[in-house]
């Protein structure tokens, strides 16, 4: 499968709107869940790790997991975040990790994902009991967030409770949304929510 972030991928972090959503997302987070270091966080499109290397402090250890191996090269390159992060370059939704966490935390990567179903249930799998998620994208949006015919963008964000009934079936409860942050992009504002929820255990 081609790199869809390969050239994007070395100027990424200087970038407005991943560097807005970003910040805002975090700040949402940090308010929605408990952060100690006795968590391992899984961060689901991590990207260069705008989020789970802002978060890695706070915790035991991240795992980041993406299916741009340009983009895990950039946050491979960031000395500060050595030893607290593993970088996985994989589709967890097709091929499972070895693993169990206690967090997943996800920005603006559920829209790349053409099965919601399927990555709920995945991260379903990859939580521990008593675990939970806060996932992070645009909500339900008329298309124009992205450039026209943009490739792997399967959604144009998602109704909050159509995606709500998404994580139910899929087995999660406390299921709770919130506005994480208002993007500005091209003249226009597009919010992105957070939505929390917890693996009964």
Do not use: N
């Amino acid at each position: 499968m081609a790199d869809m972030f390969a050239e994007r991928a070395s100027d990424w972090d200087s970038r407005p709107v991943p560097m807005q959503i970003s910040e805002g997302v975090v700040r949402a987070i940090r308010s929605a869940v408990r952060l100690s270091p006795d968590r391992i966080v899984l961060d689901f499109g991590a990207g260069t790790g705008l989020v789970g290397g802002r978060l890695a402090a706070s915790v035991g250890h991240v795992h980041a997991v993406d299916v741009s191996a340009a983009m895990l090269a950039q946050l491979e390159a960031k000395e500060e975040l050595r030893g607290r992060i593993t970088t996985h370059c994989q589709d967890i939704v097709h091929a499972p990790l070895p693993l169990t966490v206690d967090l997943i935390v996800s920005a603006m990567a559920m829209h790349h994902v053409a099965d919601t179903a399927a990555l709920m249930r995945a991260f379903y799998e990859h939580l521990r009991p008593g675990g939970e998620v806060a996932l992070a994208d645009l909500d339900a949006e008329d298309g124009t967030f992205h450039p026209p015919g943009m490739e792997g963008v399967f959604h144009a964000g998602f109704d909050r409770d159509a995606l709500g009934g998404l994580l139910t079936e899929a087995g999660f409860v406390d299921v709770r949304f919130e506005t994480a942050c208002d993007v500005q992009k091209e003249g226009k504002v597009w919010p992105v929510f957070l939505v929390t929820a917890h693996k009964p255990g």
